[in-house]
């Protein structure tokens, strides 16, 4: 048997556990010379476990094996081995550096590795325009990178990757390199993917294999060879995409074979509504919704379909192109929208990231808790701060925050208490429309619970309630109302039984695929 | 003080607060102590005297007004190296108005503050309209004033400043300490309250802790940092009329001085009474320990290099202490769930 033959990369009886929970059970999977791979999987399928292990940044359990090119290669992996073994990574971020020219960052991997007292940048600059050639690629190499197209900035980081893989592997072409590249379609244009595929069919045909990690379906039957489904930590199969119907992969991702659907426009109408119409920013196109008083409506979609931007735009937090907002009979133009004028419309945001955005970790939990509210105690001896801290005491206490104690660092408490101190934050106001982003991120079971029946109980009390979230199980928990993203736009609406887990992950699924390349790509290109 | 204020005071107390906390809180009182202690044991004749402490404590009233002005923009996370370039011109503005022009001292008062105000104004528009980062900015803008300066004194000196300045300020005394003294415990004062128990002072922290959050939560962080450079040059400018009451002349070049003790001030006095944050009563502190110190080795024959020295060292201490404050702040041990 020649040595060409053998996989790649063979990876056999993987399994990692994290705490008590299991994210990889026995996995395995082959990546054979010169195809490209696909790995498909939901959220917490266990996709980005698998390749952190590749990575070395996670250690498998024992009993795992690795093969590489057919040699074995001792489990676990150090971080920073994979590249002797002839592999790179791409991740969604790309890890440029936006400030440097394109040649500074081509170089970085030599740059901090090997030491030269005598850089010609102009031999650099030639080498880099050489190199870019044989990608067929036209890169000037004294660009700055934050002036590149995002695909050109996708483009360059593989080339990097495909160059560090020569680099590592043997010259005579007995070793084939590993391409690993996680999601990173996400921020592109449409349009501009069939120049990233076209490379990548090139680099699979003569220099490394391709393993492209996506949850986006038509993408992976566009360019794989063949495709391994992840689903809770198991391998549910691998299928040559040439024989695979998207239904089967659906149903292999999501567990379910589901009915075809009907799908009915019939809903409660509660409330008075709130109106927003013609929304339009970098990331989304004419956007209407509508929500009424005292409903939950999940806004869903598969990343980068838009849908995540939404609440900052209504918000003022990011600016929008054009866009009204019809609250308690007053129209607000979401063009010239600011956090201050949103608040005294009665909207609030509760911000995914909540570190950054939402809380500051070094102030106390009274203080922060009663930042929005502070006028309140405003009194002719300035600010009664105990009656400060006995209001916030009671409001954490209503919100079953623990400790309730509002002396207590922002940061000492748990991501669950953390959040209900957001939620009370925001519900004490008692805002007409309040936004939520990932509601549920970082905590626990039990405060996941909570936080469902505080949604629910803010819509109950007349709120309306927006929640972001491809956290399928949460928004089939809340929801009254399901509206699902594609390319920016709104593709479909669900209600009644139709909300369920499993309905909509099918359905952001099959949206992405539905839509053909040619009038959905406005959202994106409206930037 | 309310009683709703002394009834917080006593349950802050009643919390129980820690060894570690209190030892770390009044670090800095007791080396202030420790200092006066153990120079009045060596010096008893001169160092222990009431005349030496009216002295220091009567001296340092320029930086004690100065470090307040710092205070309130770094607050906000923004910093303002022109207060002494606003210090300097403010008292030259005093100084020639009054002794050349013979223009009444209020005037000049009302008018330097009202330079202070405006040179605010000015960094506070390259800040948040341009988006410029307030070191630089305010780099430029307190270069700048210095070479006004330069250029309206001809470099020159001008004393003989009114006493209607030089007496309420320096010549007056109450309990054998000059009135500039009490001026500046005045603004500690009102600065503390107004940091700790005005909805604005909140409001300016969390602008300072994080942009982000405070913009997310409706607050107006542009107007808010433009409100504190502005807050921090009227202030600077009162350190001017007090430096010109003090010395009752204006010379064009001494103010500069005052920059680094002013940070040095500010940050010391951040690792002391509320640990972490700036504040105006540790800043007040830490003046004053550095000061005594300065001038007890100045008693033993050593020269005034010292004190640039001492001020330089205690910058560098001070911030490293900060630091670790904040960091522990910010990583205290988790509350478990209940």
Redesign the interface.
Known sequence: MTVAHHPVVALRHISKTFGGSRALDDVDLTIRRGEVHGLLGENGSGKSTLIKILSGFHAPDGGGELEINGRPVPLPLHPGQFRSLGMSFVHQDLGLVPSLSVVENLLVGDLTSKRSWRLSWGRERRRARETFESFGLQLDPRAKVSDLRPTDRALLAIVRAVEEIRANTAADGSEYGLLVLDEPTVFLPASDRDELFSIIREIAATRASILFVSHDLDEVLEITDRITVLRDGQVRGTVATAEASDEALVEMIIGRRLQALSIDREQAEAGKAISITGLTGRYVRDVSLTIHEGEVVGLTGLLGSGFEEIPYYV?G?RPAAAGRLELNGKTYDLHGMT??R??KAGVG?I?ADRQ????????SLG?NVT??V??K??SR???????M?SDAGKLLERFDV??PDP???Y????GG?QQKAMLAKWLQTKPSLLLLHEPTQGV?VGARQQIFQLTRKAAADGTAVVCVSTDYEQLAAICDRVVVFGRGRVARELTGDQITKERIAEQCYRVAESLTDSHLDAGREAE | M?Q??S??LA?RLG?GMSIGEFVERFALVGAWIAVIVVFSVLKPDTFFTSSNFAAILGSQAVLVVLTCALLIPLTAGDYDLSITGVLTLSQMMIGILNTEHGISVYLCIVLALLMGALVGLINGAFVVIFGIDSFIVTLGTGTFLGGVVLWISNSETFAGISSQLTGPVVVERFLGVPLAFYYGLALVIVLW?FL????LG??L??VG??R??A??????VGRLRWGALVASGVIAAGAGVLYAGITGAADPVSGAGFLLPAFAAAFLGATSIVP?RFNPWGSFIAVYFLVTGITGLTLFGIQSWVQDMFYGGALVLAVTFSQIA?RR??H????P??
């Open positions: 918000f937090a956090p201050p949103a608040l945001l911000p950054r955005d939402g809380i500051v970790g070094s102030l203080d930042l929005r502070l006028d105690y405003q001896i300035g600010l009664n701060r105990s009656r801290r623990r400790p002396r207590l660092k940061q000492s408490l748990s208490n626990d | 309310s709703a204020q009834a917080s349950q919390r309250y700790e128990y005005t909805s909140r409001q922290l969390f802790r994080s982000s959050v913009r997310l939560s409706g607050l107006r972490g904040r702040e910010e205290e041990t988790s509350v769930e209940t």
